[in-house]
């Protein structure tokens, strides 16, 4: 069993942030660096590389490191684990420009306290802005749409400290401690002490709107289960909108390596795309759309398509959800919903030509066929009367009168066998069914006619 790497205590130096955002955990890690002459340079570090990578980097200028982990490319689609929240308060651009930070960082502390938010594990200084970091359990990207919401209650919460609005989105990164930001000359320190990792569903119960009554009947339910030895329930992935896009776009990428081994082949990729287009755009801040769905046009399709390609096809789909970030609703359906595309599963089933043996050899749960889901529910109903310890309809067929026919050891008809067994009382029949009680009516004499005065 791997032992996870203590945290430092304090933040000193690159090393010591690495290992507390990244102490383990899968995936790689993306450290950038602004060039002088503009742009940057990005690597991919695995983490159990990453303290070694960034040991000689103190001192240096403008570099910067993931707060999450990805297979690959630093973005939303190749998202390995999320491993923390964050806010990046761009305070310069405020009034409360040329303050102390740990004066900023007070107010931002009774700001949280205001709302009802939880401290965050460790606040940086970053030259010009504040960073602050609230570290949890690592999480698969199906959770991303309730970090997400997550993220967005924290820069509520900051929005007039200078919350950045791009720091919505999990492929962002922050400066890394003991390095210099280039503009202000100022080293990136840490401000306080760092605190401990959440659990992720804690958090988000501590940081999302619920009222009171809310998360203590929440904490009870799932206090019950795991009494019940049935452990946490799993995060609900249809619960919204970006859930259930979630999931269709994991999905549409098991098709991709099953069918295609990954790279889309010419005339098979405006409309895989469009569909997993649409699936980034309820995943990821609308700004970070045109940055998002390039990249995974020129991954899929191995080059082919450059920026100008992918816009020019993909554009639609981009553009709507920067619209529906913005706001604006359309009508469908009588109701008036964002203007995003709003694909079935049972259209993409038909669009892509999905078959039940590809269905079934990825392992897909939404984008199946209506005969594969009724499998599934029936399934999932002989799972839960096996989980009550209920028999089986094989075992109750075995069990039943009908089948043991006791009445033949006995060498007599099932009507006298019933008769005696009900003159002796109540039993349970071997079914599990209960045989009625004996009346307890007096016997009315034969002839006699029980409405006489003679029987009242």
Known sequence: MTVEPTRPL???TPVDHALALHPAGLGRVTLARRLDRGGWRETRVPVADLAHAVRDLRGEGDVYLTQ?????????VRLAQLAALFADLDYHKTPLAGSHPRH?????????SRDRKPVPAFALATGRGLALVWLHSPVPRAALPRWR?????VHDALRHLGADRLATDAARVLRLVGTRNARSGTPVEALTPVGGAWDFDALADEVLPLDRAGLVALRLERAKRRAAGRGTPRPARRFTAAGLWELRLAELQKLLEHRWSGALPPGERDLWLLLAATAVGYLVPAPMVWREVPALADQVTGGAWGEREAAARLGAAIARAERAASGERVEHGGRLVDPRYRFGADTIVELLGITETEMRACGLRQLVSPEIRRERDRERWHARRAAADRPSRAEYRDRSLSRRKPWEAEGVSRRTWERRRARDGAVASPSGCMVAEPSTCPTVASGTDPSSPSTR
């Open 104 to 112: 900023v960082l007070d107010l931002a502390l009774e700001a949280l």
């Open 68 to 76: 999450n982990r990805f297979f690959g490319p630093r973005r939303v």
């Open 149 to 153: 919401a997550c993220q967005q209650a």
């Open 10 to 12: 304090r933040l000193h």
